[in-house]
């Protein structure tokens, strides 16, 4: 039986025979005792392995929050056997601040008598919403987005991480299973904070901060105070009594959130109207004439678009391979194309733009509004909901794209400028643009 595994044994066990809220009110008592102050706050558990943190009164712009003292966070300062035995190999590797606190955690979290163990025992056992983790049944609801890609990676490199580590200390081989790194690894990569302390970068897991969930904008301020010697917390806007106070995990597309925070935003669009969202277009280019774009011949192109780039992605592009020998000779190979090149080349385009996005939506086993159907039916935090999300998003951002190239067609053939009021405001993108 793995670390993990006999951690997750020995906490069922117990709370067989304890109040079932015993771990949080320890953890509240040993913030308290060790000097963090926190008084406006308070925990809410929405299900098993989901909760928040609330305010208990109104809280005015520009107030602290939390404060919790240095001794309480975990830190790379933190030295235990397994960083020692490592040495010197240790600091020729990526992500190093990441993995001292790692190995730090455990080699820590079995023993009851550590320090830190309150805050171990609130750490979630099953982890099982981040994709990494997720089983074939939730894989599949993935369909065949590029995202399998990006999980099957991010395995890849825990398992490297783990063998290269595992080749250069045998207490780490003897002790440490690729099941434990996987989940402290995703615990520290999905909670930690980069904190200046005396002018020096560190990373570190900050008891409760943690437990935020995430919001864009932000409604928190965070950082060390170097002067009270501190991780600091303080509110950007009024928030009402009772409310969730949530913290921004960073400016991020749902790709990345999903792979290394287990969620989706459902609108996940900034207050200027860009969105990082994104899909993987792959397509090749057989059979074109030796004599026209002969550089691109049978070339693999692999895009990653969203809804603010793709014109300034795709749309040059298809001007150029849908050149013809009159056209090259003219502007030549070189030509940016990042305004329309003629009539005929611009209708090609639109076209080519068309079918690529319908040949990229045939390779999804079930269609966007098949989708929209199952998560009616799905609970809204579950890795199900998330995975048919993830996907429903995807296909509109496809959809979006061959909807503009397909209305802007008849446009282009009747060489008329269309009215704002007469396009979606999504397709004014095209107008921009040329």
């Known amino acids: 039986m793995s670390l993990h595994d006999r951690l997750k044994f020995n906490r069922k066990k117990r709370n067989k025979i304890t109040d079932k809220n015993i771990n949080f009110l320890s953890f509240k008592k040993w913030l308290k005792d060790g000097g963090a102050e926190f008084p406006n706050l308070y925990f809410k558990k929405y299900s098993d392995n989901e909760r928040g943190v609330h305010s208990n009164k109104n809280i005015k712009n520009d107030t602290e929050i939390m404060y919790i003292p240095h001794h309480l966070l975990i830190t790379d300062e ?19 601040n990441l993995l001292k606190i790692a ?19 609130i750490l979630p056992d099953d982890i099982g919403h981040l994709p990494i983790f997720w089983d074939d049944s939730t894989l599949k609801l993935l369909e065949n987005s590029d995202f399998l890609e990006d999980i099957a990676s991010r395995k890849k490199m825990l398992t490297k991480e783990y063998n290269e580590i595992a080749s250069k200390s045998k207490l780490f081989k003897n002790t440490i299973s690729l099941n ?8 520290v990569g999905s909670r930690n904070f980069s904190v200046n302390v005396n002018g020096i970068q560190h990373s570190a897991m900050v008891p409760l901060a943690d437990m935020l969930n995430h919001i864009r904008p932000a409604e928190t301020l965070w950082g060390y105070d170097n002067a009270k010697r501190g991780f600091t917390m303080t509110s950007l806007t009024d928030i009402k009594p009772h409310a969730q106070i949530m913290d921004s995990y960073g400016r991020k597309s749902n790709r990345k959130y999903l792979l290394h925070y287990g969620f989706v935003m459902d609108n996940n669009i900034e207050k200027n109207n860009m969105c990082d969202d994104d899909v993987c277009i792959e397509f090749d280019f057989p059979g074109y004439s030796p004599t026209v774009n002969n550089y691109l011949l049978n070339r693999h192109q692999k895009l990653y678009v969203t809804k603010d780039n793709f014109m300034a992605k795709i749309l040059p592009l298809m001007r150029k391979l849908n050149m013809n020998d009159e056209e090259l000779k003219k502007y030549g190979e070189n030509a940016s194309c990042n305004t329309i090149v003629c009539k005929r080349n611009e209708l090609a385009a639109l076209v080519s733009i068309s079918n690529l996005i319908r040949n990229r939506l045939k390779k999804y086993p079930k269609t966007y509004y098949e989708n929209l159907s199952t998560l009616k039916k799905l609970k809204g935090f579950s890795k199900e909901r998330n995975a ?6 995807q296909k509109e951002l496809l959809l979006l794209i061959k909807s503009m190239a397909d209305t802007m067609i008849p446009y282009v053939i009747n060489d008329t400028i269309p009215e704002s009021n007469q396009i979606h405001s999504d397709y004014k993108m095209y107008l921009n643009y040329n």
């Open 103 to 121: 190995m730090y955690i455990l080699e820590t979290i079995e023993d009851d008598d550590n320090f830190y163990q309150p805050y171990y025992s």
């Open 180 to 187: 434990d790194w996987m989940w402290v690894r995703s615990i």
């Open 78 to 96: 933190l030295d235990c056997n397994l960083s020692r035995d490592l040495g010197n190999d240790l600091f020729s590797m990526t992500n190093t």
């Open 388 to 393: 048919v999300n993830f996907v429903k998003k």
